[in-house]
Nanobody, 122 residues
């Protein structure tokens, strides 16, 4: 069984920084892409950033130049460095991992973490 555990959320003032982490646990052989999504109250979940196992990245236009996604394949962990935070970045941030293969050869299409709250005060 695969689990994604997020950490690093919290309350920060506008202009501040936070770093989110998401570790995938289980007998994992490979994960194709990992990423971060967010959902603000009353809004749909939206993509923030993704990164493949070849380190190709993709960012939402709203976070380009402020957020940086990275991953440690040996630790099956993805990070999101968030700088110059704005009140509109306030949301629950969810980690996602897809195309996972574990040591038994089982394939999992997608897993989600439980979410971590990020609140940016003005």
């Amino acid at each position: 069984q695969v689990q994604l555990v997020e950490s690093g959320g919290g309350l920060v003032q506008a202009g501040g920084s936070l770093r989110l982490s998401c570790a995938a646990s289980g007998s994992i052989l490979s994960i194709n892409a990992m990423g971060w999504y967010r959902q603000a109250p009353g809004k749909q979940r939206e993509l923030v950033a993704t990164i493949t196992n070849g380190d190709s990245t993709n960012y939402a236009d709203s976070v380009k130049g402020r957020f940086t996604i990275s991953r440690d394949n040996a630790k099956n962990t993805v990070y999101l460095q968030m700088n110059s935070l704005k009140p509109e970045d306030t949301a629950v941030y969810y980690c996602n991992a897809n195309h996972i293969v574990d040591s038994s050869g089982s394939y999992y299409s997608s897993y989600w973490g439980q979410g971590t709250q990020v609140t940016v005060s003005s």
